[in-house]
């Protein structure tokens, strides 16, 4: 930060004082860069205005936040909106939630019924086109399974198939609210998969306790990793081929390991192990889709790992005053994640967002992280381009 001070002239004969006109903006692209990059990484604008005093040139928490609403209101916000439609777009789609605390839902559910009050929650949602990713987080009141019904509304094809990978929380069952015609879910071509991993994860946690037979189905699950590992480079396709011939008897021994535990009456339904068993059971048609669906990955492990970082800013942060601040530093933070997982220098970007003035806000596709990462290719010379 730069202080400056402005020269004041006074008129000697009539007392008024003139202030010459600041030259160039207040405010520098890179300077509301770094406040949004801080804030995304779970530095709270508090705590930032306290390091900045430091620097000997306080600024306010409230001023902070100005300078990060100006670029959500100056492109950023249209550059979100384009990344929940091209999502919505995909054919594969990760879902997961966290908790989340907003001030202002927590005053008014204190003025309601228990049976009124709703919680909050950030939903991510990941995905990929034309072999771009993308990530968009959702700060609201709803469920991921709620957020993700809103977000299939803007789907242009609903009858192409769509493959969904989440958990088996009832959180993430799809709904539409807005569209009146409910045909749209039975339009969508939906195959759900389940997470390999938080079956395989139950078993584990008994390991210490039941050593023989948790080791068994954790061995056979390892066995499916390797599996998977190995075509992990082959076509959809080919992989599902792969998956069938090899992984599919790992999936036999672990239900017929299942099923005789249960009817040998060697393990009690209602104890823990039994619950854990009883969840392959119930869930046996998702946990398995790796074995019928071409392109169906095993685990939701990517969405779970793009929660980490909304996590980190959660608990350092506290809270959320609004439901619109949570809308604008989620939108933030999807636009900052997406250039990370496409290795796109975030920093960079975002002062080439704000460069770019209301020319975002015009065409806003023209002006992606991929538009941003494809306009340093053309600058590159010749031969590193070509490398």
């Not at 390091?51 to 000997?56: D, P, R, V």
């Not at 990941?126 to 469920?143: C, F, G, H, P, S």
């Not at 977000?151 to 192409?160: A, F, G, T, Y």
């Not at 954790?218 to 066995?223: A, C, P, S």
Request: glycine fraction near 6%; aromatic fraction near 8%; hydrophobic fraction near 35%.
């Amino acid at each position: 930060v730069e202080r400056f001070k402005k020269e004041v002239l006074r008129c000697n004969r009539c007392g008024e004082c003139y202030t010459p006109p600041h030259q160039g903006p207040k405010w520098e692209a890179s300077a509301r860069s770094s406040i949004i990059l801080q804030k995304t990484h779970g530095m709270p604008f508090h705590r930032l205005a306290k390091l900045q005093s430091l620097c000997g040139v306080p600024v306010a928490s409230s001023t902070l936040w100005h300078q990060c609403h100006d670029v959500w209101i100056e492109g950023a916000q249209a550059v979100y909106e384009e990344l929940l439609a091209l999502t919505a777009q995909s054919d594969l789609l990760y879902i997961d939630d966290t908790g989340a605390k907003i001030l202002s839902v927590v005053v008014a559910n204190k003025d309601v019924s228990t049976k009124k009050k709703k919680g909050c929650h950030t939903t991510i949602v990941r995905a990929q086109a034309e072999k771009q990713n993308l990530v968009v987080y959702i700060t609201d009141q709803k469920t991921a399974g709620k957020n993700l019904g809103t977000l299939l509304e803007q789907r242009i094809h609903p009858h192409h198939s769509l493959k969904l990978m989440s958990d088996a929380s009832s959180m993430n069952k799809i709904v539409i609210d807005s569209r009146q015609d409910k045909s749209f879910l039975e339009d969508l071509s939906l195959s759900q998969g389940y997470c390999l991993n938080h079956g395989l994860r139950k078993f584990k946690d008994l390991l210490p306790y039941y050593p023989e037979i948790c080791g068994y189905f954790v061995e056979q699950g390892q066995l499916i990793y390797h599996h998977d590992h190995l075509c992990k480079t082959y076509s959809a396709r080919k992989r599902l081929t792969y998956h069938q011939q090899h992984s599919s008897g790992c999936i036999k021994n672990i239900y017929q390991k299942i099923h005789g535990l249960f009817k040998e009456k060697k393990v009690e339904p209602n104890s823990v192990l039994g619950q854990a068993m009883r969840y392959w059971l119930n869930h046996r048609k998702p946990l398995t889709a790796f074995l019928r669906v071409k392109g169906m990955p095993l685990n939701n492990n990517c969405s779970e790992e793009g929660l980490r970082s909304i996590i980190l800013q959660r608990k350092n942060s506290y809270f959320f005053k609004t439901t619109y601040s949570a809308r604008v530093l989620s939108g933030l933070h999807s636009i900052i994640k997406t250039c990370e997982v496409n290795q796109i220098n975030s920093f960079a970007y975002l002062n080439w967002l704000q460069e770019q003035g209301s020319k975002v806000q015009r065409n806003p596709k023209d002006y992606l992280p991929f538009a941003y990462q494809k306009e340093l290719e053309s600058r590159a010379p010749p031969n590193e381009r070509a490398a």
